[in-house]
């Protein structure tokens, strides 16, 4: 155990039943934190999606979009209906499935290898269940420049997307030593370099985000809010197993 987590991941459980104790402690303070976020990111879509039916959403929604109408031109339509390809459904179980088996040959840790497949699995599956539950309509077919047949809210590329970006950017946290950064230390240069670290990653994780969400609106295959409740999903749910399976005792399970 690092020095830094040592002293973040400190929780005082005295008065805590011996039984939540001992999963207090399992989960750390940095994986509680990480399941509270999540949670609310979840919850945060699920309100979302309850509302978009307002007219002040639809107002803005179409008003997003009439915009994109006038920014389109030939290269850049090609760009981004190759970008959203590389989330597609189909597309999206290959790169888990890949990624998770490079992860466990390269760390040997099975908690590692599944972390991301896990993710998109219930990405997936919680998407579909509230697009069910949803029944949003997606922008005019006359506007749309790929053929979808599911419901709109949320995004299931965008969903996918901040499932993968997340979760891989946990891992790359932990494996980077970044998991919990300790503003107390004595060597600063240190704390500045985990924090320069822990910006970089989560830079590149929202960066790719944000491609694979402005690809769903400019193609029409989504209103704005659609792509914020896909974020605020496959987010919630990577932060939930991030903390859960990632913590800084499980880690080192093989």
């Known amino acids: 155990m690092n020095s830094h987590d040592t002293h973040t991941d ?10 939540l104790r001992d999963l207090v402690h399992s989960v750390g303070l940095v994986g509680w934190t990480r399941i509270i976020v999540g949670n609310w990111a979840i919850l945060g879509a699920i309100i979302l999606g309850l509302f978009i039916h307002l007219k002040s959403i639809a107002n803005f929604d179409q008003a997003v ?7 389109r031109i030939d290269a850049l ?4 209906k190759a970008v959203t390809h590389l989330f597609s459904p189909t597309v999206s179980v290959i790169e888990a499935v890949v990624l998770g088996l490079l992860i466990w040959a390269v760390s040997k840790s099975w908690r590692f290898g599944l972390f991301i497949p896990l993710v998109m ?6 998407t579909s269940l509230v697009k069910l539950g949803i029944e949003r309509v997606r922008p005019p077919i006359p506007q749309r420049l790929v053929v979808e047949l599911s419901h709109s809210f949320p995004s299931g590329h965008t969903t996918a997307a901040s499932a993968l970006a997340v979760s891989a950017a946990l891992l790359a946290l932990h494996a980077w ?13 240190l704390s500045r370099n985990r924090r320069g670290r822990a910006c970089l990653i989560w830079m590149l994780a929202i960066s790719l985000v944000a491609l694979v969400a402005t690809t769903r609106i400019y193609l029409a295959a989504h209103w704005t809010t659609d792509i914020i409740g896909g974020a ?11 903390g859960l399976l990632l913590t800084r005792h499980s880690v080192h399970t093989r």
């Open 121 to 126: 699995a219930v990405s997936a599956v919680a």
């Open 77 to 80: 339509t090609a760009f981004m």
């Open 177 to 189: 030593g970044v998991s919990s950064i300790d503003v107390g230390i004595a060597d600063s240069r």
């Open 10 to 19: 400190h929780i005082d459980t005295d008065y805590i039943h011996p039984k």
């Open 65 to 71: 979009l009439n915009w994109v109408l006038t920014i």
């Open 232 to 242: 605020l999903m496959g987010s919630g749910i990577a932060l939930i197993l991030g």
